[in-house]
């Protein structure tokens, strides 16, 4: 199964990510990467089994800011 990463911009974002692809049926879990770099904000993502990009869209129709994905299926 793919995997992707999406970046997000604080850990209020990575909660409330995971909990809008859970109720579209996605297997989502918050993830804490090694600290916080400039580029990626706090340095939290939301780890998703599936298709990355569908996440993605999904997080950015909610409002969710997105600061990148990493995955398989991203870049």
């Known amino acids: 199964m793919n995997q992707a990463r999406i970046?997000?911009?604080s850990v209020?974002?990575?909660?409330?990510?995971r909990d809008i692809l859970r109720a579209h049926g996605?297997?989502?879990?918050i993830e804490r990467g090694k600290?916080?770099?400039p580029?990626?904000?706090?340095?939290?993502?939301i780890r998703v089994?599936?298709?990355?990009?569908?996440?993605q869209r999904i997080l950015q129709a909610h409002?969710?800011?997105?600061?990148g994905r990493v995955g398989a299926d991203g870049a």
Do not use: N, W
């Open 26 to 29: 996605m297997r989502a879990y």
């Open 49 to 55: 089994d599936g298709d990355g990009a569908e996440a």
């Open 63 to 67: 409002h969710i800011k997105v600061l």
């Open 12 to 17: 209020t974002f990575a909660i409330q990510g």
């Open 39 to 45: 580029q990626y904000g706090c340095g939290y993502s």
């Open 7 to 9: 970046l997000v911009g």
């Open 35 to 37: 600290g916080p770099q």
